[in-house]
């Protein structure tokens, strides 16, 4: 397992697009570069027309067309391949679907629904860790700190998560330079991390965060997706209102892809 890399390269391999939106933005957010198919045919495609290896292939059982355990065959006897690893993202959690997984050869079995650090915690194992530095943390520790606020004034307040689609081409401290002129002074703006800002607002529920997002997205270049999380309605405690401000991100990308089919 390689270690400081400078990229890591996964393939999703999955018919749901809720889950393969899911997954890539689970570890693009990790620092991983990630493509994705929603079938075996697909997958194989890309394998072929790809000039290096993927680093590490992770597959549904239930494919349309061919399985996962077929396409994992396939893919094993393909030169270089052999000793790439593979891992198995199932619902299926009974004995014969994981010996069938590891007989074809992958050496990962992740059971749907999954939680999200479990999924980083896998694929670091299997290809190492590129993640760079986020600000999660510091996050954290202002929402604690704005919970005990809207407790003592029995108010709310709302997290609003912010996502750049691709690789933003300027710095995102300047974005967030931007998007503050167009804050209250009590209004708290956070660079997450490459493509990812989040805002905290104090004393604004969800209509209010919404003209928020109105009145900032003509300061965002390219196009941002976002999720918003109200307290105490949608988490009594930061990891809460993060992870429901998540899933509304991914939610909105899952939306949005699917509009644009």
């Given at each position: 397992m390689e270690e400081g890399k400078s990229s890591k390269n996964i393939l999703i391999v999955d018919d749901s697009t809720l889950v393969r939106l899911m997954v890539k933005n689970i570890l693009k957010a990790e620092g991983y570069d990630v493509d994705s198919a929603s079938t075996a045919e697909e997958a194989m495609l890309k394998v072929k027309d790809r000039k290096e290896l993927f680093d590490l292939v992770i597959v549904d059982v239930n494919l349309p067309n061919q399985n996962g355990f077929e396409f994992i065959k396939k893919l094993k006897s393909k030169a270089g391949y052999k000793n790439i690893?593979?891992?198995?993202?199932?619902?299926?959690a009974t004995a014969p679907s994981i010996t069938q997984a590891i007989e074809v050869g992958a050496i990962e079995y992740l059971i749907k629904p999954f939680k999200e650090d479990e999924l980083v915690k896998r694929v670091v194992k299997l290809i190492g860790?590129?993640?760079e530095e986020d600000h999660y943390p510091e996050l954290k520790e202002v929402l604690k700190k704005e919970i005990n606020r809207a407790k003592r004034s029995n108010v709310n307040f709302s997290l609003v998560?912010?996502?750049?689609?691709g690789k933003i081409r300027v710095e995102i401290s300047k974005v967030a330079e931007q998007v503050k002129n167009k804050l209250r002074d009590i209004d708290i703006i956070f660079e997450i991390d490459k493509n990812t800002l989040a805002l905290v607002l104090?004393?604004?529920?969800?209509n209010g965060a919404k003209i928020v997002i109105k009145k900032i997205k003509d300061k965002l270049p390219g196009k941002w997706y976002f999720g918003i999380s109200i307290y105490p309605d949608n988490g009594k405690n930061e990891e809460e209102l993060i992870n429901f401000a998540k899933e509304g991100l991914m939610k909105e990308i899952s939306n949005s892809k699917q509009a644009d089919k």
């Open positions: 690893p593979v891992m198995i993202l199932s619902g299926d860790c590129i993640k998560l912010a996502q750049y689609e104090p004393i604004t529920v969800a």
